[in-house]
């Protein structure tokens, strides 16, 4: 399993998109927090293509402005509300 572990880039103020390739199964705690200028985190499509992976609630705290999402599904509201979410 392919983890973007906690802390990976906390704080990188050049991010602006970052693309999540298929290798990557979990994003952890804190792995994007303080990437203010963070404004798309994609991240694969778990549901369709079997995943499984994870991403915790945490991961973009300090990221006003970023939308994340799962294909096309935007998982914003939810990540931001302190939920993690498991996709198989």
């Not at 704080?11 to 804190?30: A, F």
């Not at 991961?59 to 996709?87: H, K, Y």
Request: hydrophobic share 40%; charged share 20%.
């Amino acid at each position: 399993m392919e983890t973007i572990s906690a802390g990976a880039f906390q704080g990188c103020t050049s991010l602006v998109e970052v693309d999540i390739g298929r290798n990557v199964q979990e994003i952890s705690e804190g792995a994007f927090a303080g990437c203010a200028a963070l404004e798309i985190l994609q991240l694969p499509d778990w549901n369709t293509f079997g995943g499984p992976g994870r991403i915790e609630s945490h991961a973009i705290d300090g990221c006003p402005n970023v939308r994340v999402f799962v294909g096309d599904e935007d998982i914003t509201d939810t990540l931001r509300a302190g939920v993690s979410l498991n996709f198989n």
